[in-house]
């Protein structure tokens, strides 16, 4: 492991001054992909990824690039947005270049990048982001241009867009605690985890306190392998920084956005395959018919729904309301859901005598849900990648077999956490199955909510 790290460190150290060109490539790679299909007929029915270029660009985005770059912070932390992310990078050209104003507060509160999420992740729903390459022009293009605007306008040779508000960059900085790549301050200074202008790292980590993986985009830049007491690149078994969550900085705020997150993209997932959806739309429309509420089956505006009549979808305003009301009833659901068990897995662990106040409890056993959580979503986004395993000898039994492997190792691997996170608080073994449950109950249901999005109904 030692030896691999120190491989994989001087690698990249002794060759980053040529990242800037590898970003540069990733950036014509990201106008092709969301820039061609705009200049594409539509495919016709019997296309394919392999005889048509747009399909080929939607299969690149939606069955390689998301699941692969969720898939890969576990082995490999936040090397995407590090090393190759040409919206990071950008950002961060433009702030070289900008007048490099203070942060605002508005920025830096924690709750920015959960609004940014939501509302991103809900827009990318109604316009048909995986459909329509318009849309995804729309959600992609816009999220680059505001990562432009908000890298020119604020910080100081820093990326606060990455740190503050990116939509992607919170689900991956989560995600990345279970990774196995670290950087490691070789001495500690103590009073935990703070963010500081001041230094080279351009997310703000006063380096010499840094416990956490989560604003960590394994840039290299404080890596210098010939100073001593620097930092290092480190690697450890997956899940490690979770399992020990009390030794690094547990934030009550990332747990809420873990179940909130949880629950919206389950009910993006969730509208298009359950047939009560479909049932309270058609209620909802009639209701608005005999209450002459007109507007509400009229189409709306085309940058907010999808309206493509050539390719027979058109959104009315009801279908805008069902849908976002439908992800939010499942984000408030999700999050109530886990919140209660978690409380209870909290409240039962101080009885069998974990240390620590209920608060510091609920946010340190709310992470178990992260393995849960990234298996479904990638098993849900990656559903294109996994069909092409029925084209091969495997067959269906294959596309099965892959995503219910997927599915049983985040279950296992929850639970694993939880378990392991109890111990941590101090929950003697022979008592630790009782606080263990409500973490069990929540995994399984996490898992199941995600059944019919995944496996079908
Ligand atoms: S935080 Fe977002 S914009 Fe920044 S590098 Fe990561 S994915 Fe790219
Ligand atoms: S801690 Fe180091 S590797 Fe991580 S983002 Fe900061 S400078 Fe880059």
Redesign the pocket.
């Known amino acids: 492991m030692k030896r691999l790290s120190l491989l994989v460190e001087s690698f990249i150290v002794h060759h980053r001054r040529r990242l800037i060109w590898l970003h540069a490539f990733m950036f014509l790679v990201f106008l092709a992909v969301i820039g061609g299909p705009l200049l594409l007929p539509d495919p016709p029915g019997d296309a394919t990824p392999l005889t048509n270029l747009r399909l080929a660009a939607n299969y690149a985005l939606w069955g390689i690039w998301f699941p692969f770059v969720l898939l890969s912070v576990i082995f490999t932390g936040?090397a995407?947005?590090?090393l190759l992310?040409?919206?990071?990078?950008a950002?961060e050209w433009a702030n070289r270049v900008g007048p490099q104003r203070a942060i605002p507060r508005w920025l830096s509160w924690e709750g920015t990048p959960l609004v940014s999420f939501i509302f991103i992740t809900t827009l990318g729903q109604t316009v048909g982001v995986r459909d329509h390459p318009e849309a995804a022009a729309e959600i992609f293009g816009g999220?680059m241009l505001m990562?432009v605007l908000i890298g020119f306008l604020f910080g100081r040779r820093k990326?606060a867009?990455?740190?503050h508000m990116?939509?992607?960059?919170?689900v991956?900085?989560l995600y990345s605690r279970l990774g196995a790549v670290q950087f490691e301050p070789a001495v500690h200074l103590p009073g935990g985890d703070a963010r500081t202008e001041r230094g080279i790292c351009p997310t703000m980590i006063d380096l010499p306190r840094k416990t956490e993986s989560r604003h960590c985009?394994a840039c290299f830049r404080c890596v210098n392998p010939q100073a001593r007491g620097g930092i290092a690149m480190t690697l450890r078994r997956p899940g490690a920084e979770i399992e020990g969550i009390r030794d690094h900085h547990a934030n009550p705020a990332e747990v809420w956005f873990l179940f909130l997150d949880t629950g919206l993209a389950l009910g993006g997932f969730l509208w298009l395959v359950l047939p009560v959806f479909q049932t309270v739309r058609q209620a909802l429309g009639e209701w608005a018919i005999d209450h002459r509420w007109s507007w509400l089956t009229e189409p709306g505006p085309a940058w907010l729904m999808s309206e493509h009549p050539a390719r027979a979808e058109v959104f009315l305003w009801l279908d805008f309301v069902m849908i976002v009301g439908f992800m939010v009833v499942c984000m408030v659901a999700m999050t109530v859901m886990l919140a209660v068990l978690t409380a209870a897995a909290s409240t039962l662990a101080r009885r069998a005598g974990a240390h620590g106040g209920f608060r510091r409890c609920f946010t340190e056993l709310g992470y178990q849900y992260a393995p849960v959580a990234l298996m479904s979503l990638i098993i849900g986004l990656g559903a294109e990648l996994f069909e092409m395993i029925r084209v091969t000898a495997l067959g269906p039994a294959g596309v099965s077999a892959v995503k219910g492997g997927l599915f049983l190792i985040g279950l296992v691997w929850s639970i694993w956490l939880g378990e392991r996170i109890l111990t941590r608080q101090g929950v003697p073994f022979a008592r630790r199955w009782v606080p263990l449950l409500p973490g069990l109950i929540g995994s399984v249901a996490t898992g199941l909510a995600w059944w019919p999005a995944i496996f079908g109904i």
């Open positions: 936040r995407w947005c590090g992310c040409p919206m990071g990078a950002s999220t990562a990326r867009w990455c740190r990116c939509p992607i960059g919170r991956l900085g985009i």
